[in-house]
């Protein structure tokens, strides 16, 4: 799957195809498209595919291998793996596919990003994605257009079907109501 992208040699490709490749399915969606938020400074790295990786610290997992999800300014990318990791343990390996040079200059960001409650309480999660290439951006982008446009079709539907049931009360209570009378039905 990941030759399809062009990234076979990427880390986290390597560290999925080690784990088990079965899990990677790109075309499947656990979940609806989640976003995932970087800061400006990091969108050309992701861009470029020299990062290919970012450490979260989350209650839980919010992700799952084989999800598709967002970044705004780059695109659609699809999640590899999703593991907990230990920040102590985060080499300079893991920094450099996170955009860093050293994993001193990682774990820094992390203090700066997360407070001392939330690393206390967090979990911190190693998150490995791929970039979908432009042809695939496209066919995302109309396949969430038709999803949009079906969305709205059957909330229109909803509300003429609303509007209908509406219309067909007042005309069962007037019709109920003969003269202006109320029955015993309609006084409650």
């Known amino acids: 799957m990941a030759v399809a992208f062009g990234f076979n040699n990427t880390p986290c490709v390597a560290r999925l195809a080690k784990s088990s490749p079965s899990n990677f399915k790109p ?3 656990y979940y609806r498209s989640k976003m995932l938020l970087f800061k400006k400074k990091f969108l050309d790295q992701i861009r470029s595919g020299e990062k290919t990786q970012t450490i979260r610290l989350w209650n839980h997992r919010r992700m799952k291998p084989g999800q598709r999800s967002y970044i705004p300014g780059v695109g659609y990318i699809a999640i ?3 593991e907990p990791v230990e920040l102590a343990r985060l080499t300079d390996a893991d920094a450099v596919i996170d955009g860093f040079p050293t994993a001193d200059l990682l774990r820094k960001e992390i203090h700066t990003l ?3 409650e939330e690393r206390k309480t967090l979990t911190p999660f190693r998150v490995c994605f791929l970039v979908y290439p432009p042809h695939e951006q496209q066919r995302i982008t109309k396949e969430r257009q038709k999803q949009k446009q079906e969305q709205k ?4 539907n ?4 609303q509007e209908f049931v509406t ?3 007042n005309k069962l209570l007037k019709l109920s109501k003969p003269n202006g009378k109320r029955n015993r039905c309609s006084d409650e």
């Open 114 to 116: 997360y407070t001392a």
């Open 158 to 161: 909803d509300g003429q079907r």
């Open 27 to 29: 075309d499947s969606v």
């Open 153 to 156: 079709r059957k909330q229109s």
């Open 80 to 82: 590899i793996s999703v």
């Open 167 to 169: 219309q067909t009360l």
